[in-house]
């Protein structure tokens, strides 16, 4: 938190959908992240959802193929869910 304290609750939580590469198939993940409230200050926090970026929805492996180029290769002609 913004002002030091590692003092943080349980604040609320939400359903998020998220894309990663499994298998050279685009699939979506469903991730439930939880949200933390500093009890000094009471400033707000998400969890961060490890190897995925939260701007994009997209996992880090995902992004990388992306990045190279190499989508076409992928079998992203429908989502899997």
Known sequence: MLCGNERLHKSD???QTY???ICN???EIQ???QRYR???CGNKQWDTVSGASSYLRKSMKLMLMEKRG????LAISGVRG
Do not use: A, M
């Open 31 to 33: 991730v439930r992240r």
């Open 70 to 73: 190499t989508q076409s290769d």
């Open 19 to 21: 894309k990663d590469l």
């Open 25 to 27: 198939e685009v699939v």
């Open 38 to 40: 500093c009890s000094s």
């Open 13 to 15: 939580n939400k359903n």
